[in-house]
């Protein structure tokens, strides 16, 4: 998955500098993930799930991964700019598999 499939992407015209890592699936099942955390969507509305397969997060956040991307990519992160990067590529992960997720409910309830 690259910034433009996740919740945090600014611009469709993305260069690689401003793009997330790929989702690598090779550390987990992804079925298994799938099933934990499918039930998190049926305690949400279907407006709520729109909302949340809408998300994009604020220009701030957007900026901020922007500026470390970058940095990753030049190889002058520091310790605790990496970290934060991480943290903003695990989140933009879990984010788009709920996004997937709301999608697909959407679809099948026919609600749209």
């Excluded at 407006?47 to 940095?71: F, T």
């Amino acid at each position: 998955m690259n910034r433009e499939d996740g919740p945090f992407h600014a611009d469709k015209n993305a260069t690689m500098a401003t793009s997330l890592p790929t989702f690598d699936t090779s550390d987990f099942d992804v079925a298994a993930f799938n099933r934990g955390t499918s039930a998190i969507l049926e305690i949400l509305s279907p407006q709520q799930k729109r909302a949340l397969v809408e998300y994009r997060g604020d220009e701030e956040l957007k900026k901020r991964i922007d500026e470390l991307a970058e940095k990753s990519n030049d190889g002058s992160l520091i310790e605790q700019e990496r970290a934060e990067y991480e943290g903003y590529v695990r989140a933009n992960k879990f984010v788009a598999v709920l996004q997937s997720q709301a999608r697909k409910q959407l679809g099948n309830s026919g609600v749209e």
